[in-house]
Every structure is written in structure tokens, then in C-alpha cells.
């Protein structure tokens, strides 16, 4: 059977391939009376959009977004609401290799793999266009959760990686890398280049960051809100990895450095530290939540790699078309959109239960 739909309560559906007429998401289990329209949702799909610099695919996409069902008169009615987005701007003929031959590194194998059959028009489900529909649905996500600051930024390209301290949240939108150093945007301008100009490609790490979440999200033991998360991270294409709070690094530490020791304070209980990333037991402690996002470079690319065809014969293939030289870039609204899809469907989980 496959799997298109995540969550429990506040539950989403994605649909659509990368070069079929459109692509979409059904939300189901929003709360009614909140106030949604089209206008709440472009501004998160602009920011993901492709075709914006250089440094990303050339697709010129709108990603326009239009509202089928589930809202009247501008507020959620609390039935299923579907989201529909438009391709306007599909090359399908760039991918006449691709049908014939895999994309070492891509999906290209495993849905052969798989189904006996594959829609090879840009990678079809298995394509980072997909995941347009799901900055649809973390946008509606985003209404339930008015508590929480969701933040996500790129703290590394291609293994050059962002001062922490010249952190800086505003330079984030000042830049086309969602970088908060200027410093190492600068550098990433000339790498991300460079790259693309030969041809290749390069990987990145997105990290992220929600603030204001309470105490009290999750559940033990199969209903972790880390386990969830880093389900959600995984699930997007092209991620090969996910980290909470100090990920691997706590391996390194002992007992007493890893603790995140706690003492009263003016507002109640206060931690001197974070290596856990906001959840303990897989529920959250009011700490910021964190988590980072590995992506893998992009496999469509115009160096020439070894490959075989579909009936097993050695080749070499090389990817013309669009596509992004760091797929990772336009990584951060689509990471920030699943923390809040997560972050949604926990909250209500956690009313349902234990009410407020």
C-alpha cells in the first residue's frame, strides 16, 4: 500500500507529480473558525518557490495556490480542505535519458523496484516539486499553532558551515541561501557557483528551531514527538538525515554534561542547558524545540555517472534540464512546514487526551 498521508488528528495528503497538470494537499482534522485564505498561504509557498536566483532550479513556477473546499467565508469550516497548486512551466522532453536509464543516487530504481513502472517526468512523487504541497499544508498547520515561532535557516553547504556567533535571524530573508551569517552567504555564493557551473551538485543542513511549545506534547511510548519529527524530516525527498538537540554529538558527552540541569526559577522551573532539544521521553519540557536536516546533494546532474539501463545494460548518464545545484537551499520552508504539521497534530493529540 502506499503511504501519501501523515499525521493522526490534523492529518495531511499529498498528491500530484512533478510534471503532471498540478500537484496539492487535502488537510484534514483542522479546527473550524480559524481564519484562512489564499493570500495566508502564498507567502510561505513564495519563499520555497524555485527560479528566484542562480542558485536554484530555473523552473519558473508561480506556485499559486487556490482554496477548493473547507473554508466559507474566509474561516476553516472544519471539513477537509484541499489545496491545489498549478505546474505551469514542465520540460518534459529534458528527461528522454531518465526513461531510458537510472539516476544513480535517485529514486529512479527503487519505484522501478517497486511498482514495475514509473512516471520518469522529473522523478514523478519522488521529486522535491512535491514538496510544495507540503509548505501548503504546514501554512494551514501554522493556524492552529498561534503559541509557537517556527524558525528554520541553512547552517551549512557543502561542509562550510555558518559562525554561530554572527547569527543573525533578519539576514535570513536578506539573502537566497536562508543564511543568518552574511559572512558565510558571501562564501556559499562563490561554492553553490562554482558547483553549478561544472555541472555537479552539493549537499546541505538545515536546522530549526520552535519556540513557545509547552510542556506536555507527545506521548510515550510508540507517540514520541521526536520520533514524529524526525519521521516528518525523513519523509521529505532528498534528506538522508535528522538530528534532536545535540543528535550525535551526545555521544561524545558524559552523564553529568548531558543532563540539562534544572532550578527553580521566577516562572517556575528553568534548565541551565538544551542537548536534548526541547523533548525528554519523546514529550516536550517548554524548551525550544530543535532539530537538523541533512539533504543530500542533488542526483540530477551533468557530470557523467555510471549507470546501467532498464534492461541492464552498462551506461553512463548525464541529467540536462532544470534542476537545483543544493536542493538543501529551499530545504528551510519546507522543514519549518513539517515542524509545524508535527507540532499541530501533537497539540491536538494532547487536548484529546488531557484536555485544555
Not at 485564505?37 to 507567502?43: K, L, N, R, V, W
Request: glycine fraction near 12%; proline fraction near 6%.
Amino acid at each position: 500500500m502506499s503511504v501519501n498521508s501523515f499525521g493522526r488528528i490534523f492529518r495531511f495528503t499529498t498528491w500530484g507529480e512533478s510534471h503532471g497538470p498540478a500537484l496539492g494537499a487535502v488537510v484534514d482534522g483542522c479546527p473550524p473558525r480559524l481564519a484562512l485564505s489564499e493570500g495566508a498561504i502564498q507567502p510561505f509557498l513564495d519563499a520555497r518557490r524555485p527560479g528566484q536566483s542562480k542558485y536554484t532550479t530555473q523552473r519558473q513556477e508561480p506556485d499559486a495556490v487556490r482554496i477548493l473546499s473547507g473554508v466559507f467565508e474566509g474561516m476553516t469550516t472544519g471539513t477537509p480542505i484541499s489545496l491545489m497548486i498549478e505546474n505551469t512551466d514542465q520540460r518534459s522532453k529534458d528527461y528522454s535519458e531518465v526513461a531510458a536509464a537510472y539516476r544513480p543516487g535517485h529514486a529512479d530504481y527503487a519505484y522501478d523496484a517497486k511498482y514495475g513502472f514509473r512516471d520518469y517526468r522529473g522523478g514523478g512523487r519522488s521529486s522535491a516539486r512535491e514538496t510544495a504541497a507540503r509548505v501548503a499544508a504546514g501554512a494551514v498547520a501554522r493556524l492552529v499553532l498561534p503559541e509557537v515561532e517556527i524558525l528554520a535557516w541553512v547552517s551549512q553547504i557543502g561542509g562550510d558551515a555558518i559562525d554561530p556567533a554572527k547569527f543573525d535571524a533578519e539576514e535570513i530573508g536578506r539573502n537566497p541561501f536562508f543564511c543568518p551569517d552574511p559572512q558565510a552567504a558571501e562564501r556559499w555564493a562563490e561554492l553553490v557557483d562554482v558547483t553549478r557551473r561544472a555541472g555537479s551538485s552539493i549537499g546541505a543542513v538545515v536546522e530549526c528551531v520552535a519556540r513557545g511549545v509547552p510542556a506536555g506534547w507527545g506521548a510515550p511510548v510508540y507517540g514520541k514527538l521526536d520520533a514524529d519529527l524526525a519521521a516528518a524530516m525523513m519523509g521529505i525527498n532528498a534528506v538522508k538525515g535528522v538530528e534532536i538537540g545535540d543528535g550525535f554529538d551526545v555521544a561524545r558527552l558524559t552523564g553529568e554534561e548531558n543532563a540539562d540541569a534544572m532550578h527553580p526559577g521566577e516562572q517556575g522551573l528553568e534548565f541551565e542547558a538544551n542537548h536534548a532539544g526541547g523533548i525528554a521521553g519523546g514529550i516536550s519540557t517548554g524548551q525550544p524545540v530543535r532539530v537538523r536536516v541533512a539533504f543530500k546533494p542533488t542526483s540530477s546532474i551533468l557530470t557523467p555517472v555510471a549507470t546501467v539501463t532498464k534492461t541492464g545494460e552498462a551506461t553512463e548518464i548525464r541529467t540536462r534540464g532544470r534542476h537545483d545545484p543544493c536542493v538543501g537551499i529551499r530545504g528551510a520552508p519546507v522543514v519549518e512546514a513539517m515542524m509545524a504539521l508535527v507540532l499541530a497534530d501533537h497539540k491536538l493529540l494532547h487536548r484529546a487526551q488531557c484536555g485544555g
